[in-house]
């Protein structure tokens, strides 16, 4: 099983709609992170949250908002979502223990298509 | 903010022959390195990083890196590519004073053909 686990893996949605993706990691780190990729964009930062009680805006937050339900699980949603919306989104985790490394652990995606 | 700039979005290359994939990014302070691979339909994994020491990193899958300060660059080798090395590399960056934010290029795509 993957260490970082996306659901749904897939989502096709109607403009308006309220659309919940979800994250749960079994690495045990304690820092987690909501990117979007856009073809020829790379990966911007929507939400970052670095315990359960630390919820911080990345680059891109506005249309989004997200959840720490405990330090294995973090879901971001889109309360009313738009067709520019579409993408591919990624959560990855990093652990602050042990010192720098910095290696951020990636889920394999959830891509949503939102008409 | 960090900027990384990836100057080719894609590269085509035969199999067997050499590539180089750049990275440049701004920064008046000191940052880690890394670059991540993305097969198709998956996640970004880990290729290598830069954190201190040698300049010369050497990573998974026969590909190497070397941190330049003086230009900034921390360019992605491999000297002979193979078939299922196609896939997108994505250079990221972060702060050595602020680890846990990171700043990635906009990818670039190598396209090795038989």
């Known amino acids: 099983d993957a260490d970082v686990t996306q659901t749904p893996r897939n989502r096709i949605t109607k403009t308006g709609k309220r659309i919940m993706l979800e994250c749960s990691q079994t690495k045990g780190h304690d820092r987690m992170y909501w990117y979007r990729q856009d073809p020829g964009l790379g990966l911007q930062l929507i939400y970052y949250?670095?315990?359960?009680?630390?919820?911080n805006k990345g680059e891109i937050s506005d249309g989004y908002s997200v959840s720490r339900q405990a330090q294995a699980k973090f879901s971001l949603s889109l309360e009313s979502a738009i067709p520019n919306q579409t993408a591919l989104y990624f959560c990855a985790t990093s652990d602050s223990s042990g010192g720098v490394t910095g290696e951020l652990f990636f889920g394999e995606g959830s891509r949503l298509t939102v008409l | 903010a960090q900027s990384v700039t990836q100057l080719d979005s894609q590269v085509p290359v035969f199999e067997e022959a050499p590539v180089e994939l750049r990275c440049n990014y701004s920064?008046?302070?000191?940052?880690?390195l890394f670059w991540y691979v993305q097969y198709p339909n998956q996640g970004l994994q880990l290729l290598l990083k830069y954190l201190s020491g040698s300049t010369l990193v050497k990573g998974i899958n026969g590909f190497e890196a070397e941190f330049n300060k003086s230009q900034t660059s921390f360019h992605l080798r491999k000297p002979s590519v193979h078939i299922s090395d196609t896939a997108e590399y994505f250079c990221a960056v972060s702060e050595k004073n602020n680890f846990n934010k990171f700043y990635f290029g906009s990818g670039t795509k190598l396209n090795v053909k038989p």
């Open positions: 920064s008046s302070v000191s940052v880690y």
């Open positions: 949250s670095f315990d359960v009680k630390d919820i």
